[in-house]
Structures are given as structure tokens and as C-alpha cells.
């Protein structure tokens, strides 16, 4: 797919992007967000509370500014184990083939970054584990309106709580945690009612050459790659109101009057 970058943001080419439909027509409509995260990716949290803050700062330059996010499945390491056994150093050293001390010293600077967004990691706590139900239980809590709450819940579970998130038991009781049916969670799980909406998910991250997360893509033209700052969060999403306005031939409130009108 054609695309410009400049720094850590690519801009698509062609406006309409696969996979996503065409730009909203009135400014004052939601921004469409699609992150691509892993359940078991630190960075992913951290960049989760920087979009997070960088969407407060959009929202609140005002004049309906408001974003719509949906999450998307990646596996970073598919081809990991539900029952690792060791912890994460222990993953990381293996993975990269660096020492045990040279990890131990990796997690601790990502540690210290998480707390700087308030999130106290545990990574001697850690249960490593294959995260492809995780997706799962993501895609089954939307369709039951509630993804945002389960992407949530999953990620405090396995990096600050030190729950297991690969177990089709310990996934039903997270799923309940947030007012979905705990028996229901398990059936689904146990079917892999939505294992196909994760291989969709993986698929089109391959069409637009995503090779890690985080990864957001933006209004569908504008992907932003990595844990940014809320700045850059909030600049590109200003970009997109800027480009909106432009396109619409005026402010939220030519576009709610046209509205009105039709």
C-alpha cells in the first residue's frame, strides 16, 4: 500500500483504505480508531494510557471532538506455549538470545516507563503465555458491547495482576468480571467461536504492513506506530478534525446544520 511517513506516522495514499469504510462525512462525527495490540505486549499498555491521554487532550479542545476505538488482534508470538514455563526474563532471554541479567535490566526500564503512566507492571509475577483465546474473549465482549472494558481488564490481569490470560477457565472468570456470562465466555472459547475474526484481524495487518505493536490506525488513512507520546496523539488527531473541516467546507456547526437540513 503507498504511504508517506514522516517520523513514527505513515499517511496512506489512497483516502479510502482496505478494510475500512470511506471518511465520515461531517466533522463532528467520531473518530474512527483501529488499534492492533497484543494482551501479552508492555508497550501496548503503555501506548494504550498515551492514546488515552492524547484523545483527553483532542477532546478537549471541544466542538464534539470524540474518537471511537476498536481493537485488533496480533500475536507476537504465536508460537508460544499456554504453560510457559519460566517467567518473563526468563521468555525474554530466550526469545532474543540475550542473558537472563541483560532481560532482567530490559524489564526493568520498561517497568520504570510504565509507572510513568500509572501502571505498576509485575513482571516477576508474570504467567507467559500463547494469547490467541485472549483475542478471543476480546472479539466475543464485542459482540457483546463491552470490548473496550475486556481489552482492559485482560491487560491489568497479566501485567500488573499476574493472572493467567491463556486458560480457558481464567478467561471465563475475567469475562465475568465484567458482567458477561461466565459459562457462555467458556463456551465460546472452548468452540473458538471467533478464532476466525482473529485470523481477519492478523490478515489485514499484513495488508497494511504492520509488523508491530502498537499500532493505530487513524480515521482510516493515518497509522501511528509504537508507544508516541499524547502529543502525537493529539496532533494527528487534530490533523484529521483540520482535514475533516477542509473537506466539509467549514466547523462542527456547518456540519450540524447539514444535518438538520437533510
Not at 470490548?147 to 477457565?169: C, M, N, P, S
Not at 490533523?239 to 456547518?254: N, Y
Request: hydrophobic share 40%.
Amino acid at each position: 500500500m503507498p504511504a508517506a511517513r514522516v517520523g513514527s506516522v505513515v499517511r496512506w495514499t489512497r483516502r479510502n483504505s482496505p478494510g475500512f469504510p470511506p471518511v465520515a462525512p461531517f466533522v463532528s462525527e467520531p473518530i474512527k480508531i483501529d488499534i492492533w495490540s497484543d494482551v501479552a505486549c508492555p508497550w501496548c499498555y503503555i501506548g494504550k494510557r498515551k492514546f488515552e491521554s492524547g484523545a483527553g487532550l483532542f477532546a478537549g479542545s471541544g466542538d464534539g471532538r470524540d474518537v471511537e476505538i476498536e481493537y485488533h488482534s496480533f500475536e507476537l508470538s504465536p508460537d508460544t506455549p499456554v504453560d510457559f514455563e519460566g517467567n518473563e526474563a526468563d521468555y525474554l532471554a530466550e526469545h532474543k538470545g540475550i542473558s537472563r541479567e541483560q532481560a532482567a535490566e530490559m524489564l526493568d526500564r520498561v517497568t520504570t516507563i510504565a509507572s510513568q503512566v500509572g501502571l505498576d507492571y509485575d513482571f516477576p509475577h508474570i504467567q507467559h503465555t500463547n494469547t490467541v483465546k485472549a483475542h478471543q474473549l476480546v472479539h466475543y465482549a464485542k459482540s457483546h458491547g463491552k470490548q473496550l472494558e475486556a481489552k482492559e481488564r485482560l491487560l491489568k490481569a497479566y501485567f500488573v495482576e499476574g493472572k493467567h490470560v491463556g486458560r480457558i477457565d481464567d478467561l471465563a472468570e475475567l469475562a465475568a468480571e465484567i458482567g458477561l456470562d461466565r459459562r457462555d465466555a467458556a463456551r465460546s472459547l472452548a468452540e473458538d467461536e471467533y478464532l476466525a475474526d482473529v485470523r481477519a484481524d492478523q490478515a489485514l495487518a499484513q495488508e497494511y504492513g504492520i509488523q508491530g505493536v502498537p499500532f493505530f490506525v487513524i480515521d482510516g488513512k493515518y497509522g501511528v506506530s509504537g508507544a508516541q507520546e499524547a502529543a502525537t496523539f493529539a496532533q494527528v488527531l487534530e490533523q484529521v478534525w483540520s482535514e475533516r473541516a477542509a473537506a466539509t467546507g467549514g466547523t462542527a456547526e456547518a456540519a450540524d446544520a447539514a444535518e438538520v437540513q437533510a
